[in-house]
């Protein structure tokens, strides 16, 4: 079974800084994807980025990028010059290639940036 | 109206209330979900649905009732909940495509308290 792992359920960073948001994941299959969601305190999950587990290249989105390491199964999300805006939850999701449509996430983690 | 929209945004229910949640989707998708969110839990599929058809139903007790008239509009009908049934409820879309790059995409949920 698919199992996304969050580690850190809360990070304090100063504005400007850059953070890392650890993500781990277990799955057998060899072909999957990866996603990044952030949820303001309003509810609204936004999709951040996609890491698919055949790309060669580390994703990026302006200033958001996943440090992919297949062979560590991680998927960081990095956030770099962080803004007041980006205080939220972070969750990491996972879906299989093998043509179901369930997203498996983690437990997320809390950012809190401090002016 | 751009996204996947939800209403009511906020819902107080009693036990023998019937009450349903809607969600509306203008990104021109074929799939559509609904999550339940509780606190201190992963974000936990209920419902998938592609071209109006459900296609998996992840063992939701039968006081959820979901109704996907089109591939525009989902709804899910409630009654008699359980205080426990107390959650965020997110529907959300993607294009459907079989591949791991499909992309779902959120409403900005409706907060379910159940008295």
Known sequence: AQKITQTQPGMFVQEKEAVTLDCTYDT????????????????????????????????????????????RKSANLVISASQLGDSAMYFCAMRDHQGAQKLVF?????????? | ETG??????????????????????????????????????????????NFKEQTENNSVPSRFSPECPNSSHLFL???????????????????????????????PGTRLTVL
């Not at chain 1, 983690?106 to 002016?115: F, M, S």
């Not at chain 2, 509306?24 to 799939?31: I, V």
């Open chain 2, 77 to 107: 009908h409630l009654h008699t909940l359980q205080p426990e049934d107390s959650a965020l409820y997110l529907c959300a879309s993607s294009q459907g495509a079989s591949e791991g790059t499909d992309t779902q995409y959120f409403g």
């Open chain 2, 4 to 49: 996947v929209t939800q209403t009511p945004r906020h819902l107080v229910m009693g036990m023998t209330n019937k009450k349903s949640l809607k969600c509306e989707q203008h990104l021109g998708h074929n799939a559509m979900y609904w999550y339940k969110q509780s606190a201190k839990k992963p974000l936990e599929l209920m419902f998938v649905y």
């Open chain 1, 106 to 115: 983690g437990q997320g983690t809390r950012l809190t940036i401090n002016p």
């Open chain 1, 28 to 71: 057998s299959d060899q072909s999957y994807g990866l996603f990044w969601y952030k949820q303001p305190s309003s509810g609204e999950m936004i999709f951040l980025i996609y890491q698919g587990s055949y790309d060669e290249q580390n994703a990026t989105e302006g200033r958001y990028s996943l440090n992919f390491q297949k062979a």
